[in-house]
Each structure stands twice: as C-alpha cells, then as structure tokens.
C-alpha cells in the first residue's frame, strides 16, 4: 500500500516522469490522498465506467483488466508513476455527481473488505471529485491525468 499518492496534471509523460524523485510538488495541480493502491484503484475506477454497477468487482475481474501504463520505470524503491488511460480521464471528466457517489461507495467498500481497520481515513468521494476536476482540466488542455504515490 503506497503511503502517498498525488494525482496530478502534467502535459505529457516525459514531464510526468521527471517527477519520479521528489513527486509532482507545487509544478503541477494535484489532489493528495493517503494509504491507498494507485493503480488498483485506477483500475476499478476504469472498470466502472466501462460497465458501470454498484457491486464490487472480483479480484480476478481487477486482476485481469488491463492495468494503468507507467511513465517511468520502477526502480524498485516504492515509487510509482502511473498515466490514467485518456478514456477514464474522458470519463471522470464527464461524469456526474450520481456517478462519483455510486463510484466512492463501491470502492470504499472494496478497501473496507481488503483492508479493513487500516482503511485510509481520506473522504473517497471528496478524492474521486477532486480528481475528476482534474480530469475535466486534463481534457480542455489537452494534457495528461497520472499518478505519483510512494
């Protein structure tokens, strides 16, 4: 479970890989959040919006959905940087607010069920607004939405 994670802006990959060593900082806009998995969270938010349902998907559901492309290769020291699939970040820019609040009641649930007391105290749904606020940005500049976490 990564300690951080950022979800942030940057215009393409190679400017998203050089936050690598330090994360995105005050450079880029961004939405911090705590104690989570980036990319399985990438990955179900993607499941829902191709399929959308208040059920929890199966792990072999999450397992075998194409997983979130990283910018930069790892290096083994805990640091993660993920692109979010343009469709997803088209997606969590359109979507609504019943959508954000169906999204953030299933993944909690998920969490509660995999992580139980060591849940992340972040509101889901205030992450899930602020990242798609991002993503509404990401699309009218043409850029990228990713993910840092350590």
């Known amino acids: 479970m990564a300690h ?11 400017r998203a890989a050089a936050t690598y060593l330090r994360g995105p900082g005050r450079a ?7 104690f989570l998995e980036p990319d399985s969270s990438i990955v179900e938010w993607d499941m829902y919006f191709e399929a959308p349902s208040a059920e929890i998907p199966a792990l072999e559901q999450l397992a075998g959905w194409p997983w979130p492309k990283e910018v930069i290769e790892p290096k083994n020291d805990g640091v993660e ?28 649930m998920r969490l509660r069920t995999a992580d139980g007391d060591d849940m992340t105290d972040d ?6 607004q602020d ?18 976490s350590w």
Not at 123 to 128: F, R, S, T
Not at 131 to 148: C, D, E, H, M, P
């Open 123 to 128: 509101d889901l749904l205030a992450v899930l």
């Open 81 to 108: 940087v993920f692109a979010l699939p343009p469709r997803l970040t088209r997606a969590l820019a359109g979507a609504s607010s019943a959508e954000l609040e169906e999204l953030a009641d299933r993944w909690t």
């Open 131 to 148: 990242v798609a606020r991002l993503a509404a940005s990401a699309v009218s500049t043409g850029g990228g939405l990713y993910s840092w």
């Open 28 to 34: 880029f806009e961004s939405v911090v959040c705590h």
């Open 4 to 14: 951080d994670i950022v979800f942030f802006l940057a215009p393409d990959d190679e």
